[in-house]
């Protein structure tokens, strides 16, 4: 029997990846990790001045464009993917990493505006992002791989966050589903969900909890620390490359332990 050869390093090299969310935080690193795997990159984000600055950041480390667009609207991604492969000719990878804030009330007074904006982003946003690049790899009929951020408050609620618990929850319902109109196509879909990860959306967080890093992680976690954006993007990076290439509809938790904490 022939044993096929595994894909070494670099481990993008040749593949074009969309990272929505990637004017910052976690977004960003996950870019700048996959440039130096061998990607080329399109980030994606709904700020504009601080995604070009990005882009222009990012370009030391390889072929970097930035699309603006607001994955809530349709033909805001519709145009991102479009613009990949005007640029770059394909679509191999995504990293749907974009969600809004969380929100801050318990759910028996949720703001109803704040909850359907939320929703537009965080849940229906994700979604058309995975229709459009799942409509580009079937079309270049090439092997895709698409990776939804979701979160361990997709598996364990936090008080006052109704709204970003559920829109969380359903990415993982997104995710298994799509990964099986994906498969039989060569399409994965699969999911991570960081535990507490230093970025700009954690400490607004923290301040909705009303804790600190330090306390929050010594009570969340086993290993009693914050995670670091670039422990997440390795995620990606597998998921994202052929190493994982028989990995479809799973959730991989990166949380320091978080989900199996007594
Ligand atoms: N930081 C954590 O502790 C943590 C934990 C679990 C999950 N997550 C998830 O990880 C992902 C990244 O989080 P982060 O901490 O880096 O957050 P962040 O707030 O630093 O970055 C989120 C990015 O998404 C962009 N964005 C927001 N709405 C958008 C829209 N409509 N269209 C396009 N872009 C939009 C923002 O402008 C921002 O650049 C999110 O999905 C978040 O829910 C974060």
Not at 153 to 169: I, Q, V
Request: include cysteine; hydrophobic fraction near 40%.
């Amino acid at each position: 029997m022939e044993v096929p050869e595994a894909p070494v390093f670099p481990l993008l090299k040749g593949k074009v990846a969309i990272i929505t969310g990637a004017a910052q935080g976690m977004g960003k690193t996950t870019a700048a990790v996959f440039l130096q795997a061998g990607a080329k990159v399109v980030i994606a984000d709904i700020k504009t001045d601080q995604g070009e600055e990005v882009a222009k950041e990012l370009s030391a480390l390889g072929d970097v464009r930035f699309v603006k667009t607001d994955i809530s609207k349709s033909d805001e991604v519709q145009n991102l993917i479009a613009q990949t492969v005007k640029e770059f000719g394909q679509l191999d990878v995504a990293i749907n990493n974009a969600a809004h804030y969380p929100d801050n009330s318990p759910l028996l007074d949720f703001n109803e505006d704040t909850w359907r904006r939320l929703m537009d982003v965080t849940l229906t946003g994700t979604a058309l992002c995975v229709k459009y690049q799942m409509q580009q790899m079937r079309e270049q009929g090439t092997k895709g791989s698409i990776v939804n951020i979701a979160s361990i408050n997709a598996f364990s609620p936090e008080p006052n966050m109704p709204a970003y618990t559920t829109a969380k929850h359903a990415l993982i319902g997104l995710t298994k589903h799509a990964s099986n109109e994906g498969g039989p196509l060569g399409i994965r879909v699969n999911a991570i969900a960081p535990g507490p990860i230093f970025s700009e959306m954690s400490a607004a967080a923290l301040k909705i909890m009303g804790t600190t890093p330090e306390a929050f992680a010594a009570k969340a976690t086993s290993m009693s620390r914050f995670g670091q954006g670039h422990e997440v993007a390795q995620g990606s990076l597998w998921l994202g490359s052929d190493c994982s290439s028989y990995v479809n509809g799973v959730c991989l938790p990166i949380d320091g332990g978080a989900l199996s904490k007594w």
